[in-house]
């Protein structure tokens, strides 16, 4: 059997273009390795009508609905390798063949290695104020960025707290309620926002071809899409953190849906 879409991930981005595709009655395999980029968040902030909703449930409900499409199939694995054409390998030894591919595998947040950020990760350590600020609002906040974009999102964060300070060096620790400074200083603190460098998580978009963008600030390699989500691989479209865009769940719901009716465009109205 040749599927008419594999989407690859299964997060916000790609539940939302299995949606898409399945009410479209398309052929449609959700592969998903099960580790969303936001499963260490408290809840997810700013999605409306889920707003504060635990990661977890928001996922659970979205492979419920997609249950009732008789086309599609969710299927816990991970891809470890894809040839163009396109037959993707699992890592279980099996392969599946595919006419038309979303990449949704999100990516990797690469922070500074403090001891205690990673326990606090998605909480009380975060790289979004939007999606975080409203929990930590009104406490002492601190921001860890060496960019030059530091005092921008410093002042930034002032939006949620009048007590916002701009780090020069990284802190020897992150407590629950307290940061030990680079010079052993103990202050008292509600939240740390930290500069990340997005990654992809696997080399499956260039064992297809895919090509990357240059790295910035934010992303190391996000994948380069058209206004139709579209690769430079025809067949291959992106969503979601992949296409390095400033990550949400929000914009990946949004994302994920462009992605599969451009997809849904290109198997009915082949040029």
Not at 50 to 64: C, E, I, N, S
Not at 120 to 125: K, V
Not at 241 to 246: I, Q, S
Request: proline share 7%.
């Amino acid at each position: 059997m040749t599927w008419d879409c594999i989407v690859v991930g299964g997060g916000a981005a790609g539940l939302s273009a299995a949606l898409v595709l399945g009410r479209a009655r398309r052929r449609t395999l959700i592969i998903d390795k099960g580790e969303p980029s936001n499963r260490f968040a408290h809840g997810i902030g700013g999605l409306l009508g889920q707003d504060g909703r635990a990661p977890q449930d928001f996922y659970a409900d979205g492979r419920a609905e997609l249950a009732k499409y008789p086309t599609v199939e969710y299927r816990r694995g991970e891809v470890t390798d894809g040839e163009p054409g396109f037959t993707l390998t699992l890592a279980d030894g099996t392969s599946e063949a595919t006419t038309s591919i979303i990449l949704a595998t999100g990516m990797d947040y690469v922070y500074p290695d403090v001891p205690g950020l990673q326990e606090r990760w998605g909480r009380t350590a975060f790289h979004c104020p939007f999606c975080h600020g409203w929990e930590v609002r009104d406490r002492p906040l601190f921001v860890l960025d060496p960019s030059e974009h530091g005092p921008m999102r410093a002042q930034l964060l002032s939006a949620w707290s009048d007590d916002v300070t701009l780090l020069d060096a990284p802190p020897q620790e992150l407590r629950d309620d307290e940061i030990v400074l680079a010079d052993g200083t103990t202050r008292p603190c509600g939240g740390l926002l930290v500069g990340v460098q997005l990654a992809q998580r696997d080399g499956l978009a260039a064992k297809l071809g895919v090509t990357a963008q240059e790295p910035n600030p934010m992303f190391k390699d996000g994948l380069v899409i058209d206004e139709r989500h579209a690769t430079n691989v025809p067949g291959v479209f992106a969503a979601g953190d992949l296409t390095g865009k400033p990550p949400s769940v929000a914009a990946a719901v949004a994302s994920g849906s462009m992605a599969a009716a451009m997809a849904v465009h290109a198997l009915v109205l082949p040029h």
